[in-house]
């Protein structure tokens, strides 16, 4: 009876603001902006999303937008820090310090983790490539709700890997968030259920891997040799990859490239008609090599075991010593002009797909999709935990890379090749 008392008052109030003309705002309305936003910024960027389409979007204008949100500004930094909080709810719920078994506490943190994600998969990569585009205050106030996290997972893997310093803790859980946030920077569909279980079976791996003793830290990140060249195309490049990976291709200008690479912005156009092509540019480079890479691993192997390991190895070196490359080819295509996007992404679809045919050969168990997951995860857990060791290419981090890459990649496997689950 109650509810229809309810479905009877929510038809006479319809009634009645057909009646008098006057549309009543949901009193949820904040929170709808605030999603269509999120969604928006991850998918076009921050630059390329304006007010008045979020307002479209909702049905609203864009006056009535500013009474929830000051400026376009506000909203995004609402949207990355909902994201964040999220998450961190997410943890908080699951973890209620119950068990005594850090085993399957830590297996709660990384079910909630992977659920939130899940639910939040088309919004995510807000955070992960659009959050530099916050101000210094609140970028570091986002960040430490995620090291936060990070932190936690981190103490969680001291306690069932007790053979690993403080700072091999770091890596794992830096490597199990990156596996588990890989699911936002593309769109394959799995179902829920599965890919639950497929990100919870590569967590379980990189927990399991063993890895090569570490170098000492000297404190100091590694110094990357200049570029060796005098060709104004070739240095315009270079600066302009190491300004987009730096401050993000929105924020950059033709006369700050130019400015970089010691020539005046005129001198710029005779090289590159526009930033848009210096962007492209710099995908067509990364993709080249990306490729270079899957050829030569097919060429010189004759298993698929050799072809993965060689695949790995080379992309890690590519990592470590392009990181900035490597950074601006998996954040910036949004950012690409449409007459370049299309092909671009199918450039990075392909080269996706022979990784994953590689991949699958060794996988019986798995799907040609599901094979593609883990091949975007490894992919990206290169560059995450890559950063963690500011990429200083030094033989130790390379071998801790690919040995985590390859734990995603194949599980862990017995004697006889097949694949153990956890």
Not at 195 to 224: M, V
Not at 366 to 376: D, G, T
């Amino acid at each position: 009876m109650a509810e229809h008392a309810q479905v009877g008052a929510r038809a006479r109030s319809i009634a009645d603001s057909k009646t008098t003309g006057v549309r009543r705002r949901p009193k949820n309305r904040k929170a709808q902006i605030a999603a269509v936003a999120a969604e928006a910024f991850s998918e076009r960027g921050y630059h390329g999303v304006s007010i008045d389409e979020i307002a479209k979007t909702v049905g609203i204008s864009g006056p009535a937008l500013y009474r929830h949100f000051p400026n376009k500004y506000a909203l995004f930094r609402h949207a990355v820090n909902e994201l964040a909080d999220s998450l961190g709810a997410a943890v908080d719920e699951f973890d209620s310090g119950d068990d005594t078994d850090p085993s399957d506490t830590l297996d709660r943190l990384l079910t909630a983790t992977i659920r939130t994600t899940i639910t939040n998969r088309r919004t995510g990569g807000l955070y992960r490539w659009e959050r530099r585009y916050l101000s210094k205050d609140d970028r570091l106030q986002v960040r430490s709700k995620m090291v936060a996290i990070n932190r936690r997972l981190a103490h969680l893997t001291a306690q069932i890997r007790p053979d690993l310093t403080a700072s091999d803790d770091v890596v794992l859980s830096t490597a199990l968030l990156s596996t588990i946030g890989s699911i936002t920077t593309h769109r394959a569909p799995l179902s829920n259920r599965r890919l639950q279980q497929l990100l919870l079976d590569a967590c379980h791996s990189i927990l399991a891997t063993p890895l090569a003793p570490a170098d000492p830290d000297s404190g100091e990140p590694q110094t990357k040799s200049g570029l060796a060249t005098s060709n104004k195309r070739e240095v315009l490049l270079h600066e302009a990859i190491l300004l987009f990976d730096a401050r993000g291709y929105h924020d950059v200008s033709i006369e700050e490239i130019g400015a970089a690479a010691g020539i005046n912005a005129s001198g710029v156009y005779r090289h590159f008609p526009s930033k848009a092509d210096l962007l492209a540019a710099a995908f067509h480079r990364a993709g080249d090599r990306v490729a270079m890479s899957v050829e030569s691993a097919l060429t010189e192997s004759s298993t698929a075991d050799q072809a993965l390991e060689h695949l790995v190895d080379v992309f890690v070196r590519l990592a470590f010593d392009h990181s900035e490359l490597m950074s601006v080819y998996f954040a910036e295509i949004g950012n690409l002009p449409k007459a370049y996007r299309s092909d671009l992404r199918n450039i990075q679809r392909l080269n996706i797909e022979e990784w994953a045919r590689i991949v699958a050969e060794l996988r019986a168990d798995l799907s040609a999709v599901e094979c593609r997951f883990l091949v975007h995860a490894a992919l990206i857990l290169s560059l995450d935990v890559g950063q963690v060791m500011r990429f200083r290419s030094t033989e130790s981090h390379r071998r801790r890379v690919q040995q985590l890459m390859l734990a995603v990649l194949v599980g862990n496997r017995g004697d006889s090749g097949e694949v153990l689950h956890p």
